[in-house]
């Protein structure tokens, strides 16, 4: 379990003395998706959250499943929001759409918004799968995952153990942005939300994404 210092991974400078809650006003942008085997496109969704929990927005776009343009297409979704008052994306996993890695750091950089990327189990590493599944660009792939970082274990003020990578905010700081949208369980409310409607919206218009 990480112990959260004043320098730990991932830290931001402009967040590195602050220990002022976050307001409830804040907005963050939570995605998910959903696809079963045999799409050509996951169903992906993004919801945008106050801290208070209201939902203020969706957006939403359609990753290559096996590809590599989720990061472009999550940018692409942000663009079309047309909001300049998302503070933070929150991330329900950054190994989506099988094997279609997002970039952190890109997304981060290109929005300008600061990113925490949230999943929920330990894992060995998908090195092999990417060799096996991807010959022709397994190295582009294991590139991006490394870029992204080594995964930071956090427990919530509610008990449960969750896995960060954050950009441009540090794991104090994505902690208490979490502990402020996580009300049961592990998964964010923003991811919550936007995965239960990528869920619903691939049930009832299946025939769209293959």
Known sequence: ???????EPGQHADDRHSHAPW?????????????VKG?????????VMRGDLMIDGLGYCRPTVGGT????????MFSALGREDIRVWVLGG??????????????????????????YYASEGILEYLKEYFPDDWEARWDTV?????????????????????????????KSLLDM???????????????????????DLGDWFR
């Open 1 to 7: 379990m990480l112990e959260i210092t004043s320098s």
């Open 23 to 35: 307001k409830r006003g804040v907005r963050v942008l939570g995605v998910a998706e959903s696809f």
């Open 39 to 47: 799409d050509r496109y996951s169903n992906t969704v993004g919801v």
């Open 69 to 76: 343009d989720v990061t472009s297409q999550l940018l692409s």
């Open 94 to 119: 950054s190994v989506v759409s099988w094997f279609n890695i997002v970039d952190l750091h890109e997304l981060s950089r290109v929005s300008g918004v600061p990113v925490v990327c949230v999943s």
């Open 146 to 174: 490394r870029r992204n970082g080594e995964r930071q274990a956090v427990r919530l003020n509610n008990g449960h153990e969750v896995f960060v990578n954050t950009v441009g905010i540090s794991t104090r700081r994505a």
């Open 181 to 203: 949208f996580t009300v049961h369980g592990r998964v964010p409310e923003p991811v919550r939300v936007a995965r239960v409607a990528a869920a619903a919206l691939r049930r």
